[in-house]
Structures are given as structure tokens and as C-alpha cells.
């Protein structure tokens, strides 16, 4: 893999829209990232487990970020533009009227309002259709309250669109989507890359209330001749069916084999492979890869980053401001594994992989008095281990093939307590990608082989040839035995605590904290 810029040759622009912000990247074809922006995103929580964006701003940031990666080229890099890439967070949506006006906020793929349809619906059945099993994240079940709750909002809409499928159609005029970036709302039968007329009708909406689809990697529509003019491009480019930002990461890390997972430490922790053939299982979700006709086994913990984040921000040293804490890691790395007794549940944002519980909490058992923050900190970061161990023997299971090394990217790789501790707790050895933006990275890479910049479509090529690696982190197999022990008692704690759960879901409907407000408001 090249590291130096390449000279000559087609530059790509990625766009990766996220839970937080919208970045967009100009990306060579040796993987080399030449410029960045960046814009955020308001999140807005209009009630308890309400979680929304003014889909206004996926467009605005879109193009804002967009401009000013040009606005850094040269007039004669500028000519090798040759194509724009997308990525996106997934499960998110919103309906539009047909001038592409938001009907009302957008509603997001950790929005936990669904809890009723998702028992209502979900199923086996509706999981090995989709791909997806019954939880918080898939899009068809907060579509089905809003048939239930705002009928007039579903009656209303010319489209309803994932994050994609918006940016794109104000890229193209274009109502124009991809397979791999619509998948994630569960109305598609899976097996068909196509739409399914059942799950459209439990969401409540029609075949013509959705976008077109595509395959990742082909040609959605040329960009609009006013935004060529905008950014003063040469010539009009073609913008790339993307998909979503979890594939795209195992794309930016090359984790194109059955042998090699892709872990992204982020927001959520979410892990994955690819495969050739379907499968559905309990523990891990499917979706349409950005490799063409094959699927991406895929396990999702929400509580991520955010729960570390969560834990400095209300426990920790309030001068940060929830900022990584160089003395908090220090203090937790001389604990001992298994934080001398005490062991944690981490469910703050409910469960997805591999019990898909919406009203799942979490839990901190086993505190004693010569316990510290330092324990219940270590203990947030080994459980979260503990968890990925578990799911990730799930999908060997899925595929048949024993993994042999973990990929991984997002914030969470930049603590090396943490690190070392996923590495001990999963026993395999970690390498870390080199760029941040990984699933921009992964976005880019589509684009390249969409424009053949590789001498081929091959996406799995394109990838091999553009990823880019940093250090890897090696197990410490003593320490790993030790590991499986605690884990192995930490794994009790689910089935012990279910009912429990249930009774504070069922206590909260019957006391509601907030009464919801209208969600419309922000329009």
C-alpha cells in the first residue's frame, strides 16, 4: 500500500453522515486522505428515549463539508475529481413531501420509543426475512409507530428515506438509493435485494413511498449541473451507490475475509465479517455488504464508547467534561483483571447482540467497600470485552471459519488500557487502522471501483489496495484464562436479571418521567 500522495490519477469525495456530524474527505487512490471537513449535527431528545435530527442538516452539512474540501484543491487536482461516495448512519430516516421538504424530524437508529411494535411485530420469521433481528435499531418498527402514532405524517409523505437516499437526492434530483445503505431499515427481503411487500405493509408505507435501489458500487445518477457550477468542477461526475457506515468501516480495514473481523470501538461497539451466503441467527444481524451479493454477519453492543464516556462525564473529573482521562486510565490499569470481584452489565442503552432486549438495563454487581472508581471504570471496560468475546465466537459459528485477526477503528482504540484489555479478553491480536475516518475511508473505496480506478469493480480489491494499518496489539494469554473466568459469571447476570428488567419497563409505562412533545416542533 502506497502512503505518498498520488500525483495523478482520479480523487474521489466521500461523505460519511453520522449520529454526530457530517464529514467529507478527498481521498486518492492509494487510500491516501488529502483533505477533511467537518460539520456537526444537533441531536435532539424530545422525550425519554426519543432520539431525532432536522434532516435539513444532513443536506446543509453535506454540502457545506463538500465545498470546503474543494475549496482546499488546486485548480488542477480539482479536474480529477471523478466521483462522490456516501456512507451513512444506518436504521435513521425521515419522510419528504415531493420538493424534498423534511415532513418532520428524522428519527434515529438509537431511538427507543418502539418498544411496543417492536413486541407487536418482530419475529423469527420477520428476522430471517429481513436480516435483522427485533430491537431497537431497525427502522420498521419506528415506522410502524409512526403509523400507529402520526398516521397523518406517513399519509403525507411523498418518500420516506434513510440518510442516504436524502443526501443523494438532493446530489442527483434523483429519488435514488442503494440496497447496502436501505437494507438497514428492514423492510427489504434480504435474499432479494429488493423491497418486500410484507414488511412495507407493517411499517405502513408503500412501494412508492420508497426510493429506487441499486447495488453498491454502480452509478445512481450524474451530479446536478448547479453544483458542478457551485464548486467549480470541470465536468460532472457520477455520485456511487454507498452503504452503511458498519460495512464501510470493514471495508476501510480491508476485513473482506471470513477470517478477519473489523471492530469499531465507537458510539456503539459493533463487530463483523463478511460472507458469501445468508444466514440468520439469534445473536447477530445481517446486512447487504458493500462487496456485491455477499452479507455482512454483524454484532452491535450500544454501549460503546458512550458508556465510558458516560462514566468519566457523571463520575469522573467534571473538568473534562467527559474528555478521555490520562489519570483515570492510569489508576485503572494497575487493578487486576476481573476488578477484584466486581462485574458489570453493560446494557445503559439497553441490549442488541445477543439478546435484542429493548428494556434490558445495566447492572454493577459485586461492590464492597475497598472498591474505586478506578474498579467500576475497569469494570465498564473488561465487560464490554467479555461481551464481544462471546458474540464474536457466534459469528465463527455463523460462517464456519475461525477468526484469526480483529481490525479495529473508532475513538475507543486510542486508550491503550482499553486496547489491551479487548485484545486479552477476545485472545486474538488487534491491529489498528490508520485513519480515523474509517468509514469515509470505506465510502472512498466503493467510489474508486465504481469508477474502475483500480482496473477493476472489485470492491474487495479496491480495499486491499486503499486500507492502511498502524500497531497491533498482541494477547497475553495469562491474562486472557483469567478473563474467561470472570466472563463466564458475567454471562449469569442477563438470565438472572430479565424479569427485574420487565418489572422497571412495566414500572416506568405505568409513571412516565416526561410526557412526549410534538416532534414536529423543530421544523
Known amino acids: 500500500m502506497d502512503t505518498q500522495k498520488a500525483q495523478d490519477g482520479p480523487l474521489v469525495i466521500a461523505i460519511d453522515s453520522s449520529t454526530t456530524s457530517t464529514k467529507a474527505i478527498i481521498v486518492d487512490e492509494n487510500g491516501n486522505i488529502w483533505h477533511t471537513a467537518k460539520r456537526n449535527i444537533q441531536l435532539h431528545t424530545p422525550a425519554m428515549d426519543f432520539y431525532e435530527h432536522n434532516p435539513i442538516r444532513w443536506w446543509e452539512t453535506t454540502k457545506e463539508c463538500i465545498g470546503e474540501v474543494l475549496s482546499k484543491l488546486s485548480s488542477k487536482d480539482r479536474e480529477r475529481v471523478a466521483a462522490i461516495g456516501l456512507t451513512h448512519q444506518r436504521e435513521s430516516f425521515a419522510p419528504f413531501s415531493q420538493n424534498g421538504k423534511p415532513i418532520r424530524n428524522g428519527i434515529l437508529w438509537l431511538d427507543g420509543r418502539a418498544t411496543k411494535q417492536i413486541?407487536?411485530?418482530?419475529?423469527?420469521?420477520?428476522?430471517?426475512?429481513?436480516?435483522?433481528?427485533?430491537?431497537?435499531?431497525?427502522?420498521?418498527?419506528?415506522?410502524?409507530?409512526?403509523?400507529?402514532?402520526?398516521?397523518?405524517?406517513?399519509?403525507?409523505?411523498?418518500?420516506?428515506?434513510?440518510?442516504?437516499?436524502?443526501?443523494?437526492?438532493?446530489?442527483?434530483?434523483?429519488?435514488?438509493?442503494?440496497?447496502?445503505?436501505?437494507?438497514?431499515?428492514?423492510l427489504l427481503d434480504i435474499r432479494k435485494f429488493d423491497y418486500s411487500e410484507e414488511l412495507l405493509h407493517i411499517a405502513g408505507v408503500t412501494r412508492e413511498q420508497m426510493v429506487d435501489l441499486v447495488l453498491p458500487g454502480e452509478i445512481m445518477e450524474e451530479l446536478k449541473p448547479e453544483l458542478v457550477s457551485e464548486w467549480k468542477l470541470s465536468k460532472s461526475i457520477p455520485v456511487i451507490a454507498g452503504l452503511g457506515d458498519g460495512q464501510a468501516a470493514g471495508l476501510g480495514a480491508a476485513a473482506v475475509s471470513a477470517d478477519i473481523a473489523f471492530l469499531n470501538l465507537g458510539t456503539a461497539v459493533n463487530a463483523g465479517v463478511e460472507s458469501?451466503?445468508?444466514?440468520?441467527?439469534?445473536?447477530?444481524?445481517?446486512?447487504?455488504?458493500?462487496?456485491?451479493?455477499?452479507?455482512?454477519?454483524?454484532?452491535?453492543?450500544?454501549?460503546?464508547?458512550?458508556?465510558?464516556?458516560?462514566?468519566?462525564?457523571?463520575?469522573?473529573?467534571?473538568?473534562?467534561?467527559?474528555?478521555?482521562?490520562?489519570?483515570?486510565?492510569?489508576?485503572?490499569?494497575?487493578?487486576?483483571?476481573?476488578?477484584?470481584?466486581?462485574?458489570?452489565?453493560?446494557?445503559?442503552?439497553?441490549?442488541?447482540?445477543?439478546?435484542?432486549d429493548s428494556v434490558a438495563r445495566g447492572a454493577v454487581v459485586g461492590w464492597r467497600g475497598t472498591h474505586s472508581k478506578a474498579h467500576m471504570y475497569r469494570s465498564i471496560l473488561e465487560s464490554i470485552g467479555f461481551e464481544m468475546k462471546f458474540n464474536l465466537e457466534s459469528i465463527e459459528k455463523g460462517t464456519g471459519v475461525k477468526l484469526k485477526f480483529i481490525r479495529a477503528m473508532g475513538g475507543g482504540t486510542r486508550s491503550k488500557l482499553w486496547r489491551q484489555i479487548m485484545a486479552d479478553s477476545i485472545g486474538l491480536p488487534i491491529t489498528i487502522c490508520s485513519e480515523d475516518e474509517i468509514s469515509a475511508l470505506g465510502a472512498s473505496i466503493v467510489a474508486m471501483a465504481g469508477i474502475g480506478a483500480h482496473g477493476s469493480t472489485d470492491i474487495a480489491h479496491a480495499a486491499k489496495h486503499m486500507a492502511h494499518f498502524g500497531d497491533t496489539i498482541e494477547p497475553d494469554l495469562t491474562q486472557c484464562e483469567r478473563y474467561r473466568e470472570v466472563a463466564e459469571i458475567q454471562h449469569k447476570l442477563y438470565p438472572q436479571l430479565k424479569n427485574i428488567f420487565e418489572q422497571l419497563y412495566e414500572l416506568s409505562e405505568k409513571h412516565p418521567s416526561t410526557k412526549p412533545e410534538s416532534p414536529k416542533s423543530e421544523l
Open 119 to 186: 413486541r407487536t411485530y418482530g419475529s423469527h420469521y420477520i428476522h430471517n426475512l429481513s436480516g435483522k433481528p427485533p430491537g431497537v435499531t431497525p427502522g420498521i418498527y419506528k415506522i410502524a409507530w409512526l403509523k400507529e402514532n402520526e398516521p397523518e405524517i406517513l399519509e403525507q409523505a411523498h418518500k420516506l428515506v434513510e440518510v442516504h437516499g436524502y443526501i443523494s437526492w438532493n446530489l442527483t434530483g434523483k429519488w435514488v438509493s442503494s440496497v447496502a445503505a436501505t437494507d438497514s431499515l428492514g
Open 276 to 356: 458469501s451466503e445468508y444466514r440468520c441467527d439469534p445473536v447477530f444481524r445481517t446486512h447487504v455488504s458493500g462487496i456485491k451479493g455477499n452479507f455482512v454477519f454483524e454484532i452491535l453492543q450500544s454501549s460503546g464508547s458512550y458508556l465510558a464516556g458516560w462514566f468519566r462525564q457523571s463520575l469522573g473529573d467534571p473538568k473534562l467534561l467527559g474528555e478521555p482521562d490520562p489519570k483515570l486510565d492510569n489508576e485503572a490499569s494497575h487493578i487486576p483483571p476481573g476488578c477484584e470481584g466486581l462485574v458489570t452489565l453493560p446494557y445503559w442503552n439497553a441490549v442488541q447482540s445477543p439478546y435484542w
